[in-house]
């Protein structure tokens, strides 16, 4: 069973930056999506990013422009970049890998990030 192993969450002011790198445990031929999501307390898990192997990276209207969202594919990591950070991103970040389209998601623990005014 494959494991995510994240990094890079923390306390940063508002309109700082912080880099998420998320790392699959053991080599994986085909992947079909890997991204990251996050979650506040008593609300869903949504989506932040997301690259679809041959396509273009997905992101939610509340960071386009602000994240970026990229992956190496040797390395089996994903990055998240994360610029202009607002208090409204602060949440808990978890990353997620999907071997073929309806495959279920595997989740990394998740790392913080929280973001002061």
């Known amino acids: 069973q494959v494991q995510l192993v994240e990094s890079g969450g923390g306390l940063v002011q508002a309109g700082g930056s912080l880099r998420l790198s998320c790392t699959a445990s053991?080599?994986?031929?085909?992947?079909?999506?890997m991204g990251w999501y996050r979650q506040v307390p008593g609300k869903e898990r949504e989506l932040v990013a997301t690259i679809i192997s041959g396509m273009s990276a997905k992101y939610s209207d509340s960071v386009k422009g602000r994240f970026t969202v990229s992956r190496d594919t040797a390395k089996n990591t994903v990055y998240l970049q994360m610029d202009s950070l607002k208090p409204e991103d602060t949440a808990v970040y978890y990353c997620?890998?999907?071997?073929?389209?309806?495959?279920?998601?595997?989740w990394g623990q998740g790392t913080q990030v929280t973001v002061s005014s």
């Open positions: 053991t080599r994986i031929f085909r992947i079909y999506s």
């Open positions: 997620s890998l999907q071997t073929g389209q309806y495959s279920p998601k595997t």
